[in-house]
T-cell receptor, first 119, second 114 residues
Framework: EADIYQTPRYLVIGTGKKITLECSQT?????MYWYQQDPGMELHLIHY???????EKGDLSSESTVSRIRTEHFPLTLESARPSHTSQYLC??????????????????FGPGTRLTVL | KNQVEQSPQSLIILEGKNCTLQ??????????LRWYKQDTGRGPVSLTI?????NTKSNGRYTATLDADTKQSSLHITASQLSDSASYIC?????????????FGRGTQLTVWP
């Protein structure tokens, strides 16, 4: 089981509030990711990081911001939450691994997710 | 356009039965394909991963196959159990960048009834 944690697991807040979703991993992985997932839909990458002080926006436009001050910690912040931000947010980290086939793969380990509801 | 399509969208089977889930992709250049299991309200957990040179890989009762020529993969579940009820997600990685961009399918929602 992956050692990657997210808090809170569930959050219900009002419009306009500032929130921070926490993500931490104890595996020493350099790469970390934030995904957004709506019910029955695919995961969409919103932010990623290659390491400390490295952050990039993903494919899905997001009004959130991230920071990576420590290897193990990758928080996501919404300055002013809106109902359109209601979704499940999944954090992941990855390591480069050699496969028996001779190739190398980047396996992502996911946290349990934060279910955010903005009223 | 790089895409991953999964079928069926949902599936209901009785406990003890076998089932096969399908994944078709158009991702190029191809690096690897993974199957994840996602329980309701949880994050995805990796089941199998296959690179270009592999055409089958097993993980307990789960067996994944890959045909890189037709760009198809399947996940076969043997002797299903109630705990197999989950969404099964096919994820394909390309070789176009250092990140190894991931393309996610929408998943097949499997329900196992007693």
């Amino acid at each position: 089981e992956a050692d990657i944690y997210q808090t809170p697991r569930y959050l219900v807040i009002g419009t306009g509030k500032k929130i921070t979703l926490e993500c931490s991993q104890t595996m020493g992985h350099d790469k970390m990711y934030w995904y957004q997932q709506d019910p029955g839909m695919e995961l969409h990458l919103i932010h990623y990081s290659y390491g400390v002080n490295s952050t990039e926006k993903g494919d899905l436009s997001s009004e959130s911001t991230v920071s990576r001050i420590r290897t193990e910690h990758f928080p996501l912040t919404l300055e002013s939450a809106r109902p359109s931000h209601t979704s499940q947010y999944l954090c992941a980290s990855s390591e480069l691994r050699s496969e028996t086939s001779g190739g190398r793969t980047d396996t992502q380990y996911f946290g349990p997710g934060t279910r955010l509801t903005v009223l | 356009k790089n895409q991953v399509e999964q079928s069926p969208q949902s599936l209901i089977i009785l406990e003890g039965k076998n089932c096969t889930l399908q994944c078709n992709y158009t991702v190029s250049p191809f690096s690897n394909l993974r199957w994840y299991k996602q329980d309701t309200g949880r994050g995805p957990v990796s089941l199998t991963i296959m690179t270009f040179s592999e055409n089958t890989k097993s993980n307990g009762r789960y067996t994944a196959t890959l045909d890189a020529d037709t760009k198809q993969s399947s996940l076969h579940i043997t002797a299903s159990q109630l705990s197999d009820s989950a969404s099964y997600i096919c994820v394909v990685s390309d070789r176009g960048s250092t990140l190894g961009r991931l393309y996610f399918g929408r998943g097949t929602q499997l329900t196992v009834w007693p």
